[in-house]
């Protein structure tokens, strides 16, 4: 379920929870039988557990939003950087060739190095 699907039936469920209550309250102010402080005082305890729930649903989307707007703006800076412009890759072959020369160099002294103590052993 898409993020903008999820929040819309979170909205309409709550709507249909104030309509609900609503309901709920004009049966209560217009009954007879029953206690009306008892039931108002539910009523009013729904209501505010309503709007609380409300409010925190409504902070958790700008939060949902926000975190979203910032991975995205994330995953551009990503993107966007590794693109290497051309000065920056003959510099780093640069580097790479330099370093395959500095092994290649660092072998053929070895190997002389070796052939000497070779030739002084015999």
């Excluded at 707007?69 to 590794?82: D, F, Q």
Aim: proline share 2%; aromatic share 4%.
């Amino acid at each position: 379920m898409s993020t903008g699907n999820f929040a819309d039936s979170i909205r309409e469920q709550q709507l249909a929870a104030r309509r609900t209550a609503e309901q709920l309250r004009l049966e209560v102010e217009y009954s007879t039988d029953a206690p009306k402080d008892e039931h108002t005082a539910r009523l009013n305890l729904i209501e505010s557990q309503m709007r609380k729930q409300q409010r925190e649903f409504r902070a958790a989307l700008l939060k949902y939003k926000g975190n979203s707007a910032s991975a995205a703006k994330k995953e551009r800076e990503l993107l966007l950087s590794g693109a290497a412009t051309p000065s920056e890759l003959r510099k780093r072959k640069a580097r790479t060739g330099n370093a395959v020369l500095n092994a290649a160099t660092d072998v053929t002294t070895a190997l002389q190095e070796t052939c000497e103590l070779d030739e002084r052993g015999d």
